[in-house]
């Protein structure tokens, strides 16, 4: 049973780059697509990407400019940035691992308890 | 506001039958599968279910789902107090390319 841990710093100032690593333990990163959610205070979830078991990666086309989803099979683990924050960027951020059928047939199986990070002006 | 259309709340009593639906479009829940997420007060979304009305190990068969045209449905029957929490449906869209949520559904027991 796949388990996962987010970490990163919870203050980030405007403007700057938010970064978060996923730690996955119970089994290897390489055979799995991962993903990340976040969730602003009192809202709904929000997809921001994934990074396929080919190292591939897919980005919600409202955070794209500003996202990139690495991964590190050396440490199993992956990673999410997000450059040039607003307050809007406020959120608990989630890393999942992506279940797959097919491209168009995809879900969040296994979360991680999530990481708030707050943007700060 | 979300591409997908769920109702804020639903009610009912314990014992009693929720129904909570998600409403989308041809290029996401027509032509695509659904999964349904729970969240509990403070804690991680929790996978209910997937590929429309696939349940993962351990989620009991009170959570049932289907999916009609452009419109997913999930039922809790048999309503517990600990199924108080808020409900998310999720699918891929085929115009944007990318993964989706609902709004999502806070499920209170009366």
């Known amino acids: 049973q796949f388990r996962l841990q987010e970490s990163g710093p919870g203050l980030v100032k405007s403007s700057e780059t938010l970064s978060l690593t996923c730690a996955v333990s119970?089994?290897?990163?390489?055979?799995?697509?991962w993903g990340w959610v976040r969730q602003a205070p009192g809202k709904g979830l929000e997809w921001i990407g994934y990074?396929?078991?080919?190292?591939?990666?897919n980005y919600n086309p409202s955070l794209k400019s500003r996202v990139t989803i690495l991964r590190d099979t050396s440490k199993n683990q992956f990673s999410l940035t997000v450059s040039s924050v607003t307050a809007a960027d406020t959120a608990l951020y989630y890393c999942?691992?992506?279940?797959?059928?097919?491209?168009?047939?995809?879900?969040?199986?296994?979360w991680g308890q999530g990481t708030l990070v707050t943007v700060s002006s | 506001q979300s591409v997908l259309t769920q109702p804020p709340s639903v009610s009912a009593a314990a014992g009693q039958k929720v129904t909570i639906s998600c409403a989308g479009s041809?290029?996401?829940?027509?032509?695509?599968?659904v999964s349904w997420y729970q969240q509990l007060p403070g804690t991680a979304p929790k996978l209910l279910m997937y590929?429309?009305?696939k349940r993962p190990s351990g989620i009991p068969d009170r959570f049932s789902g289907s999916k009609s045209g452009t419109s997913a449905t999930l039922d809790i029957t048999g309503l517990q107090t600990g199924d108080e929490a808020d409900y998310y449906c999720g699918t891929w869209d085929s115009s944007l390319r990318g993964m989706l949520f609902g709004g999502g559904t806070k499920v209170t027991v009366l």
């Open positions: 999942a691992r992506v279940g797959v059928l097919k491209i168009s047939n995809k879900w969040f199986d296994a």
């Open positions: 041809t290029s996401n829940i027509g032509d695509n599968s």
């Open positions: 590929d429309n009305f």
């Open positions: 990074i396929s078991n080919s190292g591939s990666t």
């Open positions: 119970g089994g290897s990163i390489s055979n799995y697509y």
